[in-house]
């Protein structure tokens, strides 16, 4: 066998592996697998950006937009601690890299040297790492590396995908065994377990006794691709969908079927479908507290009452919240295959016999239409958010892809963007981090360059990570950042005006000296840094300033000023125990 460095079998590695991209940042600790990929340069392209937590916000959004995962690479000690938050990130909504961090070296394990944790164990990153990786490796010598690899890659993409953490004690990368190349991970054959045909056969039973039927899809059907059979599924019966922030798409938004988002800033047509449903067929998802109104009874879902029967490949997810009448261990595009296959032998399931139910839920939907329609079109001074979701709607291509960061402007988002396409609208959903939207997007250019990427983020959320003006300008990475200008933390600054008697401390951007509201100048911001800068304060100005951003393809940063003052219309709710929960403005529980 031939003698290799431990960091010239990684570079090696990953380009057997066809990973295109490392995105990470240089440090004493990672210099020698460097110095390895400057010999694999033209395969193996280092992105770096200015912060590690944007590394891993890049990464995970180019597995969510390309399902193929990528790596990132970070020095010893506070580099890979930055590491924590996108790995967090990317565990809570299934998405998938190789987070490799360094370690200090062997022979100084447990002595104290430069930046090792050594309290409770030596070297101990790997367990900082633990909670919020789905699985953490740390070969310690050179020969350990080849399995330590492939079973790396294959985790991160076996079953429910999940990062998985590398660490690496930084004198492995120059050090030299007698190693071969692992053999090729599975990461290109995807693992899609069936339903059992008795399985199968039990949902289709259900089917057949239920006359209010609804699908429920999540991120694991955008994962597994099913968006085609769910759609077709949806069409043969003439079954409703709701889906979840990260389902979005898997069904185009605008179809006649499909009725958004569930909870408590959902939609008003998808909490009435969903409380007053007699079966729900849920595909991928985990019933989280947002999409489920806290898990109160009658706002969002009517459980148990109501059938359940829960898909899902990750079998900790079946019956977490609520207790499936049926649950099915499956990929959801087999699984929804294997229901297209069986119907045509059951009478009796038919778009006829769910066409009543489907009236009423067209209904609730024209009531919606009729009660949101109107303010889309309200031309202020600041801009009102649902002109400034809607006119996105309209000027942006159906190709584009939208990454959203945590904040306000997510709840406008989540009740009114309708998704055209799968894998196009990217949230941090159950992490909420902020930072994923600002940094994620350039993560989604890379995966996409051919389409059109755009985040829409918090005046807060942007200010975190400023620096990826720096980055999208030295790689000419063409995105548009929308900054949604409320001067505050706005979605808290909305609970203490709910929940706290407007008892506003902490959650608004004052000047010091003035007393006035304050921002920088978002746009001389993206102008110093080399990017495009405008700043939009007339509504009659939003669609064309956003037309020209894109024809441009430049790196550009609009800055919208939007009206704090104006609230999503909750439509189910949501509870921060023990403070009392609140009634939707539109619409009321009803339990079966």
């Known amino acids: 066998m031939p003698k290799m460095k431990g960091g010239e079998l990684i570079a090696q590695y990953l380009v ?13 600790g990672n210099v020698g697998i460097l110095d390895a990929m400057y010999d694999v340069r033209d395969e193996l392209k280092l992105i770096s950006p200015r912060h590690e937590q944007c590394a891993g916000h890049m990464a995970d959004a180019y597995f969510r937009v390309k399902h193929k995962p990528v790596a990132t690479l970070t020095s010893t000690g506070p580099g890979s601690a930055n590491m924590v938050m996108s790995c967090a990130t990317a565990l809570s909504d299934s998405s998938a890299f190789l987070c490799i961090t360094s370690n200090v070296p062997t022979s100084q394990h447990n002595r104290a040297p430069f930046q090792e944790l050594y309290k409770h164990n030596q070297a101990d990153f790997a367990q900082v790492m633990r909670p919020v990786v789905k699985r953490a490796f740390q070969p310690s010598r050179v020969d350990m590396l080849p399995l330590a690899l492939r079973q790396a890659m294959d985790t991160m993409v076996t079953g429910r995908p999940g990062p998985v953490n590398l660490d690496i004690p930084y004198n ?32 289709l039973d259900l ?20 968006g085609l059979e769910i759609t077709t599924l949806a069409e043969l019966l003439g079954i409703p969908v709701i889906t979840s922030p990260n389902g979005m798409g898997c069904i185009a938004g605008d179809h006649p079927l499909a009725l958004g988002f569930i909870g408590r800033n959902g939609a008003y047509p998808a909490n009435e479908a969903g409380r007053r449903a007699d079966l729900v067929i849920t595909l991928g998802t985990r019933f989280d507290d947002r999409s489920s109104s806290s898990w109160h009874e009658g706002y969002s879902w009517n459980f148990p009452s109501t059938k359940l029967v829960h898909v899902d490949i990750d079998p900790q997810e079946l019956g977490r919240n609520y207790a499936p009448t049926l ?37 609730w939907q024209a009531e919606w239409e009729a009660f949101v329609r109107p303010h889309f079109g309200d031309s202020t001074n600041p801009l009102r958010p649902e002109f400034v979701v809607g ?38 959903w159950g992490y909420s981090s902020m930072g994923f939207g600002v940094c994620g997007v350039m993560g989604a250019a890379l995966a996409a360059p051919d389409r059109p990427c755009v985040a829409v983020v918090g005046d807060g959320g942007f200010t975190m990570a400023p620096y990826v003006l720096c980055t999208a300008v030295e790689y000419n990475l063409p ?74 393809k430049r790196p550009c940063v609009i800055d919208v000023h939007v009206d704090a003052e104006v609230r999503p219309p909750s439509t189910g709710t949501w509870q921060l125990p023990p403070i009392p929960y609140k009634q939707p403005i539109y619409g009321k529980p009803w339990k079966a």
Request: charge should be negative.
């Open 207 to 226: 089917l057949a006794a239920a006359h209010k039927p609804v699908l429920f899809i999540g991120h694991g059907a955008t994962l597994s691709q099913a």
């Open 327 to 363: 649950g099915v261990i499956a990929d959801i595009q087999v699984f929804t295959r294997q229901l297209l296959n069986a119907l045509p032998a059951r009478t009796g399931i038919t778009a006829a016999r769910y066409a009543p139910w489907l009236a009423e839920v067209q209904g």
């Open 479 to 552: 995105v548009v950042w929308i900054v949604w200008n409320n001067f505050a933390w706005g979605a808290i600054r909305d609970l203490q005006y709910g929940l706290f008697d407007g008892r506003e401390i902490g959650t608004a951007f004052y000047n010091g000296t003035t007393g006035e509201r304050y921002n920088p100048d978002f746009a001389a911001w993206a102008r110093a840094c080399g990017a495009d800068g405008y700043t939009v304060t007339r509504p009659q100005d939003l669609g064309a300033t956003v037309q020209q951003a894109l024809k441009n």
């Open 16 to 28: 057997q592996e066809k990973v295109p991209y490392v995105f990470g940042i240089c440090g004493h």
């Open 172 to 203: 492995v990368y120059q050090e030299e065994a007698d190693v071969e190349l692992p053999p090729p991970s599975h990461i290109h054959r995807a693992h899609r377990p069936g339903a059992s045909d008795v399985d199968v056969a039990a949902a």
């Open 391 to 428: 006119t996105l709607q309209k000027v942006l291509p159906d190709d584009v892809i939208l990454a959203l960061d945590s904040g306000v402007h997510h709840n406008w988002f989540m009740q009114f963007w309708q998704a055209k396409r799968p894998q196009s609208m990217l949230n941090s």
